[in-house]
């Protein structure tokens, strides 16, 4: 029975588990604590082997200072006393009375193989009873330095460097320095146990830190999916507010944009369905009621059978424009081929002067080869060349020219028409886009400039539109441009 209440509650308490953390939020703090976890587990050692390190250096560098006093004083001691050892015995009397070791350093004189005399005193015992130390010491002749651990928690290691002392250049003594690490070593752990009081401290106020800014921090994504929820087909219009900077603050931009672009599709899909439903249903509804009066007479079917006729060869061209543009966005819309720039724009000059009578102009041609597909960049100036002829008088000029720069191919197409308005210049390049000052209907369903917009994308580069009301417009199509050694 207890074992089925135990498993019953371990049940209960993973399925608290896995609904608590369910939350982002709670995942994120789970995450942060973790981490500081993580940061204070590795940071406290790190700071107890540097810490304890740089301890070590300084205890080696007083040391080494203690050492490099004493050598000062006995050179010039040397170079102005006679080398004996009634002299050398009144230096080091004065020396030890004249100097003060560091706190938890000794200085030791060793003469005629025994202690002469140590400061302060008296001596550690272990100091005088462990072989690694003063036995030892006691029968150097030459200038060592040394660490030595003793059991004694009082002592610690016990680092030491040493000088010789001579009298006529023959070993007569030692003057050793000493440490003690125990002093150190017990300031340098009680400066580690209150860095980790002081790291569980911040980690503690941290996280109830990051519990409270986190649930401020959260609004924005609880209110991005409150505002998701509300968005439906009639209802495109909810916005985030963006309030402050940051990552959270981008997110409301990011999902205000997305939203836009959303509502811009949907409203431009609404249009073409319109648009197309409008496009198609007159030329049925001028072949139906065509066809609903045609009588008997063989004239009068002949006039139906030619507007019937004319009807259906509109919508095949304006089905066709629409495959077009559907096909631009796929892969292998394009054919490309190596092209002559001079002979094609003179092919095409050929054939748009054929289509009205205007004043043509070929400007300047340029030479070169260059890579692209040759029917759907006929089409495309065929387009604009014919869309100048709409919209230009029998005295107007329509100019085709060709230009290469560094790293651009352009074409253009000029007239002196009607031009177009600044707030159409952007809009025309839409589906089904007319300018709202053009004198005369268009005979095309609107499409004529997407299609050339849509060429211009497939070849990687642009179109751009030039114009004044009453002076005329310039199209130009941009292409990256590369020599003949790279078109080769």
Same mark, same amino acid.
């Given at each position: 029975?207890?074992?089925?209440i135990?498993?019953l509650?371990?049940r209960?308490?993973? /399925? ?5 953390f369910?939350?982002t939020?709670?995942?994120i703090l ?7 976890l993580g940061v204070?587990t590795?940071a406290?050692?790190l700071?107890q !082997?540097?810490f ?10 007083? &040391? ?10 006995? =050179?010039q001691w ?8 009634e002299?050398l015995?009144t230096?080091?009397n ?5 100097? &003060? +070791?560091?706190?938890d350093n000794?200085h030791l004189i060793?003469? %005629?193989? =025994?202690?002469?005399h140590?400061k +302060?005193?008296?001596l ?6 462990? +072989?690694e130390?003063?036995?030892?010491w006691?029968?150097l002749n030459t200038?060592v ?18 000088h010789i ?7 007569t003594?030692?003057?050793?320095? !000493?440490?003690?690490?125990?002093g150190e070593r ?5 400066a ?9 401290? !911040? ?5 109830l &830190?990051?519990w409270?800014?986190?649930h401020?921090l959260?609004?924005?994504?609880? /209110? #991005?999916?409150?505002?998701a929820q509300?968005?439906n087909?009639?209802?495109l219009n %909810?916005r ?8 959270l603050?981008?997110l409301a931009?990011?999902f205000n944009l ?8 949907f409203e431009? %899909?609404?249009n073409?369905?319109n648009d197309?439903s409008h496009e198609l249903?007159?030329?049925?509804t001028i ?5 609903d009066?045609?009588?008997?007479d063989? /004239?009068?079917?002949a006039?139906?059978l030619?507007?019937v006729s004319?009807?259906?060869e509109r919508?095949?061209r304006f089905v066709n ?5 559907a ?5 292998h819309f394009? /054919?490309?081929?190596?092209?002559d720039l001079q002979?094609?724009?003179?092919d095409?000059?050929s054939k748009?002067?054929?289509l ?5 102009q070929l400007a300047?041609t340029?030479e070169?080869?260059f890579w692209g597909?040759?029917?759907? #960049?006929t089409?495309a100036?065929?387009?604009l060349?014919?869309?100048?002829i709409?919209?230009?008088q029998?005295?107007?000029?329509i100019e085709?020219g ?6 651009t #191919?352009r ?5 002196t ?5 600044e707030a ?6 839409n589906?089904?886009a ?10 095309g369903?609107g499409?004529?400039l997407?299609i050339v917009a849509?060429?211009?994308k497939a070849?990687g580069?642009?179109v751009?539109?030039?114009s004044e009301?009453? !002076?005329?417009?310039?199209f130009?199509?941009?292409f +990256?441009?590369?020599s003949n050694?790279?078109?080769?």
């Amino acid at each position: 029975m207890k074992l089925v209440i135990n498993c019953l509650n371990l049940r209960y308490f993973g /399925q608290f588990l896995r609904s608590y953390f369910k939350s982002t939020r709670n995942r994120i703090l789970l995450l942060y604590f973790i981490s500081l976890l993580g940061v204070f587990t590795i940071a406290i050692p790190l700071f107890q !082997v540097l810490f304890f390190s740089k301890v070590d250096r300084r205890v080696q560098e007083n &040391l080494s200072e203690e050492l490099a006093n004493f050598r000062i004083i006995y =050179q010039q001691w040397e170079s102005q006393n006679p080398e004996t050892e009634e002299a050398l015995v009144t230096f080091v009397n004065e020396f030890l009375a004249t100097t &003060l +070791p560091e706190d938890d350093n000794f200085h030791l004189i060793i003469l %005629q193989n =025994q202690l002469y005399h140590s400061k +302060p005193t008296p001596l550690p015992s272990v100091i005088q009873s462990h +072989p690694e130390l003063l036995p030892k010491w006691i029968t150097l002749n030459t200038s060592v330095a040394g660490t030595v651990s003793v059991d004694d928690p009082e002592v610690g290691s016990v680092v030491y460097k040493t000088h010789i002392l001579e009298i006529n250049n023959e070993p007569t003594g030692l003057f050793v320095a !000493v440490h003690l690490t125990a002093g150190e070593r017990a300031e340098a752990w009680a400066a580690v146990r209150i860095f980790i009081e002081v790291a569980f401290g !911040v980690m503690l106020v941290a996280f109830l &830190l990051a519990w409270v800014a986190s649930h401020q921090l959260l609004k924005p994504v609880q /209110q #991005l999916a409150k505002t998701a929820q509300s968005i439906n087909e009639n209802n495109l219009n %909810q916005r985030l507010a963006v309030e402050g900077r940051g990552e959270l603050a981008e997110l409301a931009s990011t999902f205000n944009l997305m939203m836009d672009r959303v509502q811009d599709a949907f409203e431009r %899909q609404r249009n073409f369905i319109n648009d197309v439903s409008h496009e198609l249903r007159t030329p049925i509804t001028i072949i139906q009621g065509h066809l609903d009066v045609m009588t008997a007479d063989p /004239q009068d079917q002949a006039q139906t059978l030619a507007v019937v006729s004319d009807e259906l060869e509109r919508m095949k061209r304006f089905v066709n424009d629409m495959i077009l543009l559907a096909k631009a966005e796929q892969n292998h819309f394009l /054919q490309p081929e190596r092209i002559d720039l001079q002979r094609f724009i003179q092919d095409v000059f050929s054939k748009a002067i054929v289509l009205a009578d205007r004043n043509w102009q070929l400007a300047a041609t340029a030479e070169g080869i260059f890579w692209g597909d040759r029917q759907r #960049l006929t089409g495309a100036l065929m387009n604009l060349l014919e869309n100048a002829i709409q919209h230009t008088q029998l005295e107007d000029t329509i100019e085709l020219g060709s230009a290469v720069s560094a790293q651009t #191919l352009r074409f253009w197409v000029r007239d002196t028409g009607e031009g177009i308005a600044e707030a159409d210049q952007q809009r025309i390049f839409n589906r089904f886009a007319r300018a709202t000052n053009r004198s005369r209907a268009s005979e095309g369903a609107g499409l004529g400039l997407a299609i050339v917009a849509a060429m211009m994308k497939a070849h990687g580069g642009s179109v751009e539109l030039s114009s004044e009301l009453g !002076v005329g417009a310039t199209f130009t199509l941009i292409f +990256p441009w590369k020599s003949n050694a790279e078109v080769a």
